[in-house]
Nanobody, 124 residues
Framework: QVQLVESGGVLVQAGGSLRLSCVAS????????MGWFRQAPGKEREFVAF????????NYADSVKGRFTISRDNAKNTVYLQMNSVKPEDTAVYYC?????????????????WGQGTQVTVSS
C-alpha cells in the first residue's frame, strides 16, 4: 500500500503562483510513476501532468502546458506541481496518483493509489 497526502491548495488570484506537494509513504516512492489530476465542479476528473519514476520524462495536458511544472524529489518521497500564471479555469480539487509502472500515463485507470485531494481556487 502507498499512502498519498496532498497539500498546498489555496485561494489565489488569477496570474498568481502556487506549489502543490504530495508526500508518499508505505512503499519505495522511486518505484512509482506519479501523476496529477484535477476535478472542477460539475466536471469529470482530468489529467494534468505525469512524471516517470526517474523524473527524466514528463508530460502535460495542453491546457496547462507552459504554465505548470511537475517534479519529484525521491529522497523526500514527494512530487510537486508548480502552478504559474493560474487562471480561474484552473479552479479544481487536485489529486496526486501513483502507478507501479516503468512508464507514466495520462489515463486514470493506470494509477492504483490516490490522495484525498487539495482544493485550488483561482479568483478573477
Amino acid at each position: 500500500q502507498v499512502q498519498l497526502v496532498e497539500s498546498g491548495g489555496v485561494l489565489v488570484q488569477a496570474g498568481g503562483s502556487l506549489r502543490l506537494s504530495c508526500v508518499a509513504s508505505g512503499r519505495t516512492f522511486s518505484n512509482y510513476a506519479m501523476g496529477w489530476f484535477r476535478q472542477a465542479p460539475g466536471k469529470e476528473r482530468e489529467f494534468v501532468a505525469f512524471i516517470f519514476r526517474s523524473g527524466r520524462s514528463t508530460n502535460y495536458a495542453d491546457s496547462v502546458k507552459g504554465r505548470f511544472t511537475i517534479s519529484r524529489d525521491n529522497a523526500k518521497n514527494t512530487v510537486y506541481l508548480q502552478m504559474n500564471s493560474v487562471k480561474p479555469e484552473d479552479t479544481a480539487v487536485y489529486y496526486c496518483a501513483g502507478a507501479a509502472t516503468t512508464w507514466a500515463s495520462p489515463r486514470q485507470d493506470d494509477y492504483t493509489y490516490w490522495g484525498q485531494g487539495t482544493q485550488v481556487t483561482v479568483s478573477s
